[in-house]
């Protein structure tokens, strides 16, 4: 499940995907009706991959949240939004049962179950992949290894590029 283009703007309801940049603003898609629209920069914008739901102990990204109610329902559309404030917690707790309760409103849940049926709706809520069995524990320490070495010749590739001389202007 991929968050990362998924945004929430104050003032209007549902979700956009965020197209591209604008002069000034941004393009972005309604993910209900498909209708491509540009946004002020001045819009006060919340992308889906950094909200979370405050917990007893932690905090709990909408990734892993969306990730719960897809398993509860296998895949399904989760409890309408429009479900009384009572249902709703009900239904967290099935989900969420670590979730703080005191800190979490009404109006959260419902943007919450809102947001998790139309990204569901778009087919944009999947199950997070669990890393291979086969990998052994050696083989995960081996790839940053080889990750970081690759990145070095990089970095000294871009020193020598600030310190190449720059070329003198030639006099008329």
């Known amino acids: 499940m991929d968050l990362t283009k998924i945004i929430s703007i104050s003032g209007k309801p549902g ?7 604008a002069k000034g603003g941004f393009i972005v ?3 209900d009706k498909g209708k491509k629209t ?33 398993n509860k329902e296998n895949g399904g559309a989760a409890i309408s939004h429009k479900e009384s404030g009572a249902n709703l917690r009900k239904y967290i707790e099935e989900v969420l049962p670590e ?5 979490v409103y009404d109006s959260d849940l419902k943007k919450l179950f809102q947001w998790y049926n139309i990204l569901q709706a778009n087919g944009l809520v999947t199950p ?7 990998e052994t524990s050696a083989e995960v320490e081996e790839k940053p290894k080889k990750a970081k070495k690759a990145a070095e010749p990089k970095e000294k590739a871009e020193t020598k590029e600030k310190k190449a001389p720059k070329a003198k202007k030639e006099d008329k």
């Open 15 to 21: 979700l956009f995907k965020l197209i591209s940049q």
């Open 29 to 31: 898609e309604d993910l």
């Open 38 to 70: 540009s946004i002020s920069a001045h819009n006060n914008v919340s992308l889906l991959e950094n909200v979370a739901i405050y917990g007893v102990s932690e905090e709990f990204p909408l990734k892993e949240v969306f990730t719960r109610i897809y």
């Open 99 to 103: 979730y703080d309760e005191s800190r």
């Open 128 to 134: 997070v992949e669990e890393p291979k069995a086969e």
